[in-house]
């Protein structure tokens, strides 16, 4: 220890102690002077200012994006809420007051007695709420009797208005209020609770596009809560606008077609990816969550058989029938176990092991060639042909089509189907895949689950020549000076793994189904334009126990019906997948929703022979 | 074993302004629990009285053993902070977007508290072998600058950007205080004066936003600017007299933020007036004055760069916190020293105190 003190001085030390007590000593002047200036130069003025509590914060709120389909056609805007609040300092006699304002807004006064009636302490500094959105009569009425109600003001505030309450409800989504899990969140930075924020579709995938940012206001008050004067200002900066890729009036027509029906229809642009229309029925009215529900009305809503609240079109999961065959023909040709001049033999029946697979026409379909088989879509045709593919195979070219996996839309909740392999069967089951069922998802009637998103995606696939776009809800984004901030580019998610030549085959048929002499959905056929699809008809139970348990008029035994179309038939411009749940028959309840969807979106007249839906 | 020389040495002094100014903190903070809307808080007020007493038994562990052990196993404390703050970034509590606190039992503790001391001991270590009248040179200033920075960059993960600048204050002042060779030094100075606009040119702009709100609280008149503004009120309405015990309306209404911890001065200028403060701000002078004799009486280095270590440390949460709810200073989450509510800086504080004492009432042994 003492080496230390060799090489170094105690007063060396010493002397560089007395530096820091000069620091120190500057430090303590400095507060000192400084205290002395806010407490005796200028306490007067701050005590004055401290008695009122005259500098507050006042909140402006930004008001969030709009919303337009892509021709810029307003969806959502937001409209003007008018809030009685009561400053009970400044009201008094509070109960005077309630009294007055009660009378003049004709309202029972308990209502507002009972918010004003246990309030002491500080509470009594704060203005209170007492009703929201009393309408511009009321806020008449407030206002020109003003000098009765001391106390009582009325603030305005931007609630969110979906303009044509239920059009696109599950694709536009709606508001709701912030929970603490979300106030803690980088994301809502800014956000305070009670704010509303995004919870469902667009209003929740864009919410940090959509949201603006709050502003404020330093403000002095008098000793009656005036504003004096405004210190300070940072402005609000409104949400971005959003411009949908949908199209109003397409989206209009679908859901009026689909009205009185649960289901759904998905229109895809086939060369973009865009999502033209996207219905699912029956619908709700967003514009009472904003406004509130009531319990009734929001029971009447949870317990709808028909499911509201569900986007069916991404988050529905159906058998995908005989849609399915134009994967199974697609697969079959490209794997050469069959090739389209080849010809099968159909009696309306196909033994396999010791079962007997039946045809959906009874009597049988004849000779079929794979032209024939996609027209008259004849199962026992596409039981062979699934039979000779094997299950793996099969798979390998849905999961190519993009089924089976998310199509990556940028929507909450979206299933992803199902494309079942012999793997996935023994991990799930335990039980080794039998051939059988092979020949049940080769006609979509297996284990396969597919959406209707997926299922319109997969014919705008066909349709395109095989690129498979990733679905795009939103066109653009531009602030509010109209400046761009995002533009949506076509994605590519993949391509069929299908020559042009097999492709051209299978879409031949597909144009036969509609237009040819015995395709199953003549009634779809237009004369302006060519629209190419395939029907399919989902057995919810099976055939054998519906015919067992009744003469098939009971609603749920009833089967989906399911269209998926693309048209022009030459050079698409639009893909559509139809499902109407219990529907029965694909070529009678869901053709028809695309033949008219295909009319509007062409912008073809209305023609009144074929304008009402084909009964169901 | 025990000497009586400690207790003739003891410094009755040190303790009598500690307690003092623990005292002066418990006053304020009754007023800012008691009056704080729109709850009462008058549990917190409890807990710090109990963190007071286990404040005064660690005060008193830390000046019965000889501080010398302090020296020998300053890395040992050192890494065993050092390893709290990985601790605490991986299972640390999270609140309110940061993760500075470990649960124990019902309370909690933050390790980034206790790192200030670590960081001061082994820095006066390493300095205490080395220090020479000529000052150290940049290479001799690596390692402390490591020493510094591994806490500092663990804290700023918190992210808690008060105690981490705190840190590397205390290090720069003792630093300073051991000499920086004079090439050095200036090296030292023009490398900062010609980074800084380079990094500035490189900030995005909100980062650059971030910055000056930071200095200057009035750009962002919504946040931190208000609640300076708002403190500001509540010092000046306190005027000479002060409004009285429990009167503060500044701090009835909530109109101050975190009233009972950084803003916690403000409570006691409104309610006591300039006469209260300047008696707090002078307690505080003396106390500092006292602390800065103690190492002016000790004879061996370690003890006196210890010493001057604690010192800084204090000095600058005065002046910092201050300043601070004065509208001088940035605004940092700095705790105010025995005043603002808060156990892991009462903690520190009173080991602070209890390293001052030790090397006071072991100063004969070096004489």
């Given at each position: 220890?003492?080496?230390?003190?060799k090489?170094?001085?105690s007063d060396?030390?010493r002397?560089?102690l007395?530096?820091?007590?000069?620091?120190v000593?500057?430090?303590?002047?400095?507060?000192?002077?400084?205290?002395?200036?806010?407490?005796?130069?200028?306490?007067?003025?701050?005590?004055?200012l401290s008695?009122?509590?005259s500098?507050?914060?006042?909140a402006?709120?930004?008001?969030?994006?709009?919303?337009?389909?892509?021709?810029?056609?307003?969806?959502?805007d937001?409209?003007?809420?008018?809030?009685?609040?009561?400053?009970?300092?400044?009201a008094?006699p509070?109960?005077?007051?309630?009294?007055?304002l009660?009378m003049?807004?004709?309202?029972?006064?308990e209502?507002f007695?009972?918010?004003?009636?246990d309030l002491r302490?500080?509470?009594?500094?704060?203005?209170?709420?007492?009703?929201?959105?009393?309408?511009?009569d009321?806020l008449?009425?407030?206002?020109?009797?003003?000098?009765?109600?001391?106390?009582?003001?009325?603030?305005?505030?931007?609630?969110?208005?979906?303009v044509?309450?239920?059009m696109?409800?599950?694709?536009?989504?709606?508001?709701?209020?912030?929970?603490?899990?979300?106030?803690?969140?980088?994301?809502?930075?800014?956000?305070r609770?009670?704010d509303?924020i995004?919870?469902?579709?667009?209003?929740?995938?864009?919410?940090?596009?959509?949201?603006?940012?709050r502003?404020?206001r330093q403000?002095?008050?008098?000793a009656?809560?005036?504003?004096?004067?405004?210190?300070?200002t940072?402005?609000?900066?409104?949400g971005?606008?959003?411009?949908?890729?949908?199209d109003?009036r397409?989206q209009?027509?679908?859901?009026?077609?689909l009205?009185?029906?649960?289901?759904a229809?998905?229109?895809?642009?086939?060369t973009?990816?865009?999502i033209l229309?996207?219905?699912?029925?029956?619908t709700?009215?967003?514009?009472?969550?904003i406004t509130?529900?009531?319990?009734?009305?929001w029971n009447?809503?949870?317990n709808n058989?028909?499911?509201?609240?569900e986007n069916?079109?991404?988050?529905?999961?159906y058998?995908?029938a005989?849609t399915?065959k134009?994967?199974?023909?697609?697969?079959?040709?490209?794997?050469?176990?069959?090739?389209?001049?080849?010809?099968?033999f159909?009696?309306?029946?196909?033994?396999?092991?010791?079962?007997?697979?039946?045809?959906?026409?009874r009597?049988?379909?004849g000779?079929v060639d794979?032209?024939?088989?996609?027209a008259?879509s004849?199962?026992?045709?596409?039981y062979?042909?699934?039979q000779?593919l094997?299950?793996?195979?099969?798979?390998?070219?849905?999961?190519a089509?993009?089924?089976?996996?998310?199509t990556?839309?940028?929507?909450?909740h979206e299933?992803s189907?199902l494309v079942p392999?012999a793997?996935?069967?023994?991990r799930?089951?335990g039980?080794?895949?039998q051939?059988g069922?092979?020949?049940?998802?080769?006609i979509?009637q297996g284990?396969n689950l597919v959406?209707p998103?997926q299922?319109a995606?997969f014919a705008?696939t066909?349709g395109?020549?095989?690129?498979?776009?990733?679905p795009?809800?939103?066109a653009r984004v531009?602030?509010?000076?109209?400046e761009?901030?995002?533009?949506r580019q076509p994605?590519?998610?993949?391509r069929?793994p299908?020559?042009?030549?097999v492709?051209?085959?299978?879409q031949?048929g597909m144009?036969?189904v509609v237009?040819?002499e015995?395709?199953?959905?003549?009634?779809?056929?237009?004369?302006?334009?060519a629209?190419?699809?395939?029907?399919?008809?989902?057995q919810?139970?099976?055939?054998?126990?519906?015919?067992?348990?009744?003469?098939?008029n009971v609603?749920?035994?009833?089967?989906?019906?399911?269209?998926?179309?693309?048209a022009?038939?030459e050079?698409?411009?639009?893909?559509i997948?139809?499902?109407?749940?219990?529907?029965?028959?694909?070529?009678?309840?869901?053709?028809?929703?695309?033949?008219e969807?295909?009319?509007?979106?062409?912008?073809?007249?209305?023609?009144?022979k074929?304008?009402s839906?084909?009964?169901? | 074993?025990?000497?009586?020389?400690?207790?003739?040495?003891?410094?009755?002094?040190?303790?009598?302004?500690?307690l003092?100014?623990?005292?002066?903190?418990?006053?304020?903070?009754y007023?800012?629990?008691?009056?704080?809307?729109?709850?009462?808080?008058?549990?917190?007020?409890?807990?710090?009285?109990?963190?007071?007493?286990?404040?005064?038994?660690?005060?008193?562990a830390?000046m019965l053993?000889?501080?010398?052990?302090?020296?020998?196993?300053a890395?040992?404390?050192?890494i065993?902070?050092?390893?709290?703050l990985?601790?605490?970034?991986?299972?640390?509590?999270f609140?309110?977007?940061?993760?500075?606190w470990?649960?124990?039992?019902?309370?909690?503790l933050?390790?980034?508290?206790l790192?200030?001391?670590?960081?001061?001991?082994?820095?006066?270590r390493?300095?205490s072998?080395f220090?020479?009248?000529?000052?150290?040179?940049l290479?001799g200033l690596?390692l402390p600058?490591?020493?510094?920075?591994l806490?500092?960059?663990?804290?700023?993960?918190?992210?808690?950007?008060?105690?981490?600048?705190?840190i590397?204050l205390?290090?720069a002042?003792m630093?300073?205080?051991?000499?920086?060779?004079?090439?050095?030094?200036?090296?030292?100075?023009?490398?900062g004066?010609?980074?800084?606009?380079l990094?500035?040119?490189?900030l995005?702009?909100?980062?650059?936003?971030r910055?000056?709100?930071?200095?200057?609280?009035?750009?962002?008149?919504?946040?931190?600017?208000y609640?300076?503004?708002q403190s500001?009120?509540?010092i000046?309405?306190?005027?000479?007299t002060g409004?009285?015990?429990?009167?503060g309306?500044?701090?009835?209404?909530?109109?101050l933020?975190?009233?009972?911890?950084?803003?916690i001065?403000?409570?006691?200028?409104?309610?006591?007036?300039?006469?209260?403060?300047?008696?707090?701000?002078l307690?505080?002078?003396?106390f500092i004055?006292?602390a800065?004799?103690?190492?002016?009486?000790?004879r061996?280095?370690f003890?006196?760069?210890?010493?001057?270590?604690?010192?800084?440390m204090?000095?600058?949460?005065?002046f910092?916190n201050?300043g601070?709810?004065?509208?001088?200073?940035p605004v940092?989450?700095?705790?105010?020293p025995?005043?603002?509510?808060?156990?892991?800086?009462?903690l520190?504080?009173?080991i602070?105190?209890?390293?001052?004492?030790n090397?006071?009432?072991?100063?004969f042994?070096?004489?």
């Amino acid at each position: 220890m003492s080496k230390y003190l060799k090489s170094i001085d105690s007063d060396w030390f010493r002397r560089r102690l007395t530096a820091q007590l000069i620091c120190v000593a500057l430090g303590v002047l400095a507060l000192l002077l400084r205290l002395f200036y806010l407490q005796v130069v200028r306490g007067p003025e701050f005590r004055k200012l401290s008695l009122n509590n005259s500098i507050r914060l006042q909140a402006v709120d930004a008001p969030r994006g709009l919303i337009m389909d892509r021709h810029g056609e307003l969806l959502v805007d937001n409209r003007p809420s008018f809030d009685l609040n009561i400053s009970p300092k400044d009201a008094q006699p509070i109960k005077e007051t309630v009294r007055r304002l009660s009378m003049a807004l004709e309202a029972e006064d308990e209502d507002f007695m009972a918010k004003v009636a246990d309030l002491r302490g500080a509470a009594l500094l704060r203005p209170l709420l007492l009703k929201r959105d009393i309408g511009r009569d009321a806020l008449g009425t407030v206002e020109t009797r003003r000098y009765d109600l001391p106390g009582i003001d009325v603030s305005v505030r931007l609630l969110r208005h979906y303009v044509d309450g239920g059009m696109a409800a599950h694709l536009i989504g709606y508001l709701g209020e912030i929970n603490p899990s979300e106030l803690q969140c980088d994301i809502f930075a800014g956000c305070r609770s009670g704010d509303l924020i995004g919870k469902f579709g667009v209003e929740k995938s864009f919410e940090h596009l959509l949201r603006g940012q709050r502003g404020g206001r330093q403000v002095e008050v008098n000793a009656s809560g005036q504003v004096v004067r405004v210190l300070r200002t940072v402005p609000a900066q409104n949400g971005h606008n959003v411009f949908l890729t949908i199209d109003g009036r397409l989206q209009r027509r679908a859901e009026e077609l689909l009205a009185g029906f649960a289901g759904a229809a998905v229109a895809v642009d086939p060369t973009t990816g865009d999502i033209l229309a996207l219905a699912s029925s029956p619908t709700f009215d967003q514009n009472h969550f904003i406004t509130g529900l009531s319990r009734d009305q929001w029971n009447a809503v949870v317990n709808n058989p028909w499911r509201p609240l569900e986007n069916k079109a991404l988050q529905g999961e159906y058998p995908p029938a005989s849609t399915y065959k134009i994967l199974t023909a697609l697969a079959g040709l490209e794997e050469k176990v069959i090739t389209p001049q080849e010809v099968l033999f159909c009696p309306g029946h196909y033994r396999f092991g010791n079962r007997d697979y039946r045809c959906w026409r009874r009597g049988g379909h004849g000779q079929v060639d794979l032209n024939r088989a996609i027209a008259e879509s004849c199962d026992v045709y596409f039981y062979q042909v699934g039979q000779r593919l094997g299950i793996d195979r099969l798979a390998f070219y849905a999961k190519a089509a993009g089924l089976g996996k998310r199509t990556g839309i940028d929507l909450d909740h979206e299933s992803s189907g199902l494309v079942p392999t012999a793997d996935w069967k023994r991990r799930r089951t335990g039980i080794a895949w039998q051939e059988g069922e092979t020949l049940s998802v080769a006609i979509g009637q297996g284990f396969n689950l597919v959406t209707p998103l997926q299922m319109a995606v997969f014919a705008a696939t066909v349709g395109n020549g095989g690129v498979r776009y990733r679905p795009q809800i939103v066109a653009r984004v531009v602030t509010p000076e109209g400046e761009v901030v995002q533009e949506r580019q076509p994605q590519v998610a993949g391509r069929l793994p299908i020559g042009l030549a097999v492709l051209q085959t299978v879409q031949r048929g597909m144009w036969e189904v509609v237009n040819g002499e015995r395709g199953t959905a003549r009634i779809a056929r237009l004369k302006e334009v060519a629209i190419s699809g395939k029907t399919g008809t989902a057995q919810v139970v099976s055939r054998e126990k519906a015919e067992a348990e009744s003469s098939g008029n009971v609603h749920h035994y009833k089967d989906h019906a399911w269209f998926i179309a693309y048209a022009p038939s030459e050079a698409p411009r639009i893909a559509i997948a139809v499902i109407v749940e219990h529907g029965e028959h694909g070529s009678s309840a869901a053709s028809p929703v695309a033949r008219e969807m295909v009319r509007t979106y062409l912008g073809l007249g209305e023609d009144l022979k074929t304008a009402s839906r084909g009964a169901p | 074993m025990f000497d009586r020389r400690y207790l003739q040495n003891f410094d009755w002094g040190l303790l009598a302004f500690s307690l003092l100014l623990g005292g002066f903190g418990l006053v304020a903070l009754y007023s800012a629990v008691a009056a704080g809307v729109p709850t009462p808080q008058k549990a917190l007020f409890t807990r710090q009285l109990i963190w007071f007493g286990v404040g005064l038994v660690v005060m008193t562990a830390c000046m019965l053993i000889n501080y010398k052990l302090l020296e020998r196993y300053a890395h040992v404390i050192y890494i065993g902070c050092v390893g709290l703050l990985v601790w605490v970034m991986i299972f640390g509590k999270f609140v309110g977007g940061s993760r500075r606190w470990l649960a124990l039992g019902p309370f909690s503790l933050q390790p980034s508290e206790l790192a200030k001391v670590a960081v001061i001991i082994v820095l006066a270590r390493y300095y205490s072998k080395f220090v020479t009248e000529r000052g150290f040179t940049l290479m001799g200033l690596r390692l402390p600058v490591l020493l510094t920075l591994l806490p500092v960059v663990l804290i700023l993960r918190q992210p808690d950007l008060g105690t981490a600048g705190l840190i590397v204050l205390i290090a720069a002042s003792m630093t300073l205080f051991v000499k920086i060779e004079r090439r050095s030094l200036q090296l030292i100075i023009g490398g900062g004066l010609t980074t800084v606009p380079l990094v500035w040119f490189f900030l995005k702009g909100y980062q650059k936003q971030r910055i000056l709100t930071f200095i200057d609280p009035d750009r962002d008149p919504l946040g931190t600017g208000y609640h300076i503004i708002q403190s500001k009120i509540a010092i000046g309405s306190g005027a000479l007299t002060g409004k009285g015990f429990l009167q503060g309306t500044q701090n009835a209404l909530s109109f101050l933020p975190e009233q009972h911890t950084d803003f916690i001065f403000s409570v006691l200028a409104e309610e006591w007036g300039f006469a209260g403060s300047v008696l707090l701000i002078l307690t505080f002078m003396v106390f500092i004055i006292w602390a800065l004799n103690i190492a002016h009486g000790c004879r061996e280095p370690f003890g006196v760069i210890l010493c001057m270590g604690v010192t800084a440390m204090l000095s600058w949460q005065v002046f910092i916190n201050i300043g601070m709810v004065m509208g001088l200073m940035p605004v940092v989450g700095v705790p105010l020293p025995f005043i603002s509510y808060g156990g892991s800086s009462l903690l520190t504080t009173f080991i602070g105190v209890g390293i001052l004492m030790n090397v006071s009432m072991r100063r004969f042994m070096y004489e």
